[in-house]
């Protein structure tokens, strides 16, 4: 994971903007929310972002074994 250039920044605000209270978004991400400002970058703009974001969201934490391990571990078995 990269830090967010500024124009990558100021394009992501702008199509957060352009949606926020119009219509929905989905994001998803490994990287857990207390690491996106750091991401982000630029404390201004994490701001802005974050708080459009996280005002109105509906936030789902998956807990568990990826699903990448998981079949990993059954081929091993199988083999």
């Known amino acids: 994971?990269?830090?967010l250039t500024g124009q990558q920044r100021s394009d992501l605000l702008d199509i957060i903007d352009a949606r926020h209270g119009e219509r929905?978004?989905?994001?998803m991400s490994q990287l857990p929310i207390s690491k996106w400002h750091e991401l982000i970058g630029e404390a201004t703009y994490a701001?802005?972002?974050m708080d459009r974001l996280v005002h109105c969201a509906e936030r789902f934490e998956l807990k568990g074994e990826s699903m990448r391990?998981?079949?990993a571990k059954l081929?091993?078995?199988?083999k």
């Open 24 to 27: 929905s978004m989905i994001l």
């Open 69 to 71: 391990k998981m079949g």
């Open 1 to 3: 994971m990269e830090s």
């Open 75 to 78: 081929l091993t078995e199988i």
């Open 47 to 49: 701001d802005a972002i």
